[in-house]
């Protein structure tokens, strides 16, 4: 596996941008991202993240080609706030991306 550059990264915590060094930081203290696809509404989403913040998971990566991905996102981060650091992946347009930022990732 290659290295991330973590420069690419567009991670936000309590509405601000992440530097690269605490994004490391989260994905090294969790050591494992949980990429949450398919059928994964609001509801369904913050159960499957609670067991896994209970396991000490705490990295999310939802994908915009699942059910409400948005929606999800955005409940885990209300849910979870700074305890979880909650990206969008397959974002495949500018259109989508500026949905994306708009929902407030990390």
């Known amino acids: ?31 494992l991202m949980a990429g949450m696809r398919g059928r994964f509404p609001p509801e369904v989403a913050l159960r499957v993240v609670r067991v896994l913040v209970e396991e000490g998971i705490n990295v999310f990566e939802f994908t915009m080609n699942s059910e409400q991905a948005l929606e999800a996102m955005q409940a885990a981060k209300r849910e979870f706030g700074a305890d979880v650091c909650a990206g969008m992946g397959t974002v495949l347009d500018t259109e989508t991306a500026a949905r994306v930022l708009d929902a407030g990732p990390d």
């Open 1 to 31: 596996m290659g290295a991330i550059p973590l420069t690419a990264l567009w991670l936000r915590v309590r509405g601000q941008f992440m530097d690269a060094q605490t994004a490391y930081e989260y994905v090294e203290r969790g050591g």
